[in-house]
């Protein structure tokens, strides 16, 4: 593989007739990855480590398996870790509600229950590309179609890790599209003499096969499903949040596959990843397709010599074993759960001591949880004699089930006086009610339970977060309950007032052609900016009943709050609320730490004076397990929102990196930084003002 013939044209190999076209123009010879084509044949072999390399061999002819052999090569020994595969995609093609709402920020959408097509993805190879981006190593065969979709079958090899990404990436001119689809790899004959995979108690499980299975769905843990070999395994998963597309619940809709004919549309015998068409069963918006956009319908391969499941735990690491990382200086804070744990108590509901979402969280590593609740059950505008009750309840549990790292936090998302739909956290137990009579007082004091609020109107709301200290936010901006808000308010008194926090970021909706979650936050956030308010967004969840066995990381998100110690419940948590109002903080799906981001040696939330030439300094030490695709420089004027992309191709996976941007801020009035991977985790920091 080092005979330099292996590099003879960097332009289109046609060496015999009927042979599929192999570009390489686009291949840079010089990278550590080594190309050979023959007999229609592409060999491509990538190195996975140090003295370790992966090799993919790809079949060109018709009717013939894409991958002809997938091996590692370790101390110059081959495993050959699978054979004869084709990767295999089905499409659910449904329509997109664009007028009744709020156009592609649509969630209350039920796409499901419409009429809607279903297609597997077909290929016919008419070209190949190789192409060298970093460490990144691009083959991209053309000639997919799924229905109204075209486009290519990509695979993506990352130079230093057994790791690869093989993507349908397709694209329609049809209007109104919202998609779903199924992925894994498939063979005439069963490959694999076993498959392997983590129940939801976190036990490794085994089938040895038969090839005579049929297909079938399986509910696992970390998403992933592992076939096994004769010489080593393939572990196949999908990114970790951006394949699952917004709902309100976060249950684990058995999300892998394995066996022949599987939803009989594909022949043969496969094992993949599947999404569940009828999610949830309540709003189910699938992802956004808009016309001409490209669509990456993908999943992630991870290759090993290893037998007996082994290959989980690196599967696991890309994830932190579905946990969130301790990180000095910091704690992490989730928010936004209409668990509805008050009713269970009142309504006397069996449950165990430490309830089931409790668990759930703490084995998360979420030191905080900032609870929703009476967002259904309760009695939020009254009668008085049962909303006393109901928040005394809460704040008794809240105080029971914290303790050691972890505080549970009271909080609503009233939905009253502003308009759309808002969160609230206060620093200590508030009794207040959403209802207040002519003749009734706004507050009095109460022998039992103290001071208590009456609220009628939002000059009353925001009288009372001042008073006690509280925080107000947008919740899912622009979007189901709070479509046209904040944009409606943001010039109200309670808007301006440094009593409301901004808004949540929250990846709704889905759009596999983003390299990014949740671009519709993000927009909000630049755009509140330049309305001239210090706002921060932080990240929500959105989530109803959660369980220990439930798809929690999939569906969640995180807030590392800079704190120098847990708060007391007993003592109130005021620390929190000063991280959240003065942007210290950052927030991630988990798999990105941005541990120091400084402007001019300022941090998020403070304000930094430039020199006349508009001089910057921009320090970010971050920290990563998948290879990173990119950093974002945003920043504003008052109008224009500006962006300045890093490539960051050229890093590996499991990385850390201070990093040193000098962007030319002149006349600019804010900045901030956003850090993406390629499986489309990122992380985000607050805003850093500047005059």
Known sequence: MRNPVLFLLLTICTSAFGQVPVDLQSFDKKSKVQVAVKDNMLHISWPTGTTENGKISFDLRDEKPLLNTIQVIENNISHTVSKDLDPAFIVNVGKRDLISQNGWNI?????????????????????VKVISSGSHTQIKVDGATAGPFSGSIDITLYNGSPLLNIAAALTTKRDSVAIIYDAGLVSKQSPWEKIFWSDTQQYVQDKKLDGKEEGQEL??????????????????????????????????????WFGNNYRKLIPGYGIGIRNDMLGDRRW??????PPGTEQKLNFFCLISAEKDGKVLEKVKA??????????????????????EHVDDVLTHKPMPDVPGFVKAFRNTGVNIVHLGEFHGPGSPKGPEVKRWLEQKTLF????????GNFLLLPGEEPNNFFGGHWMNIFPKPVYWVMARGKDEPFVEDHPEYGKLYRIGSKEDMLKLLEIEKGLAWTAHARTKGSTGFPDKYKNESFFKSDRFLGAAWKAIPADLSQDKLGKRAFDLMDDMANWGQKKY??????????EPEYELYGHLNINYLQLDEMPEFEKGWQPVLTAMESGKFFSTTGEILLPVFKVNNKKSGE???????????????????????????ISGDGKEVFREVINLNDTQAFGQKTFHFSPNLKNRKWVRLEVWDVAANGAFTQTVWLE
């Open 107 to 127: 969630f209350f959408d039920k796409t499901a229950y419409l009429p809607y097509e279903t297609y597997t993805v077909k290929l016919v190879k008419t070209g």
């Open 219 to 256: 509910e696992v843990k970390y998403r992933t499903i592992i076939g096994q070999s004769n010489e080593g395994s393939i572990a196949i998963f999908p990114a970790p949040h951006q394949y699952f597309y917004p709902l309100d619940n976060c249950y684990n809709l058995n999300f892998t």
């Open 284 to 289: 189910v918006p699938w992802f956004n397709a």
């Open 318 to 339: 890309f994830t932190h074993q579905d946990t969130y990382k301790p990180l000095e200086g910091y704690y992490t804070m989730a928010s936004h759960f209409h668990q």
């Open 396 to 403: 008794e549990e809240c105080a029971r089930l914290s303790g």
């Open 537 to 546: 967004v932080i990240a929500e969840a959105d989530l109803f009943r959660i």
């Open 607 to 633: 304000t930094v004076k430039l020199d006349a030439k508009g001089t910057t300094d921009i320090i970010l030490e971050t920290s990563w397990t998948f290879p990173l695709n990119k950093a974002e420089i």
